[in-house]
């Protein structure tokens, strides 16, 4: 699986390459396997007070809140300042 990474400056002159079309810099890139069963373990056992949370809850809100940022960046073609 890949993902696409679309900038408006070049990344990584590798894999990126200008689209005249758009006109932004565009690559494909391998995604990361998830490793949700051992995500979901250690919430359990954090439950269960034998480990402490190796996702802390900023790090899921910032992550969340970059997901958020690029959606709206694609739909309104700009830009999005972290706010």
Known sequence: MHGLLTTYEKVDG???AFDHETPKYVGRYALITGRYIQFYQNVADALNGKVKL????AQSR???RIIELA???HEKG???AWR
């Open 71 to 73: 959606r709206e960046s």
């Open 78 to 80: 700009v830009t999005v």
């Open 14 to 16: 590798v894999v990126q």
């Open 54 to 57: 190796a996702v802390k809850g």
């Open 62 to 64: 910032d992550a969340l």
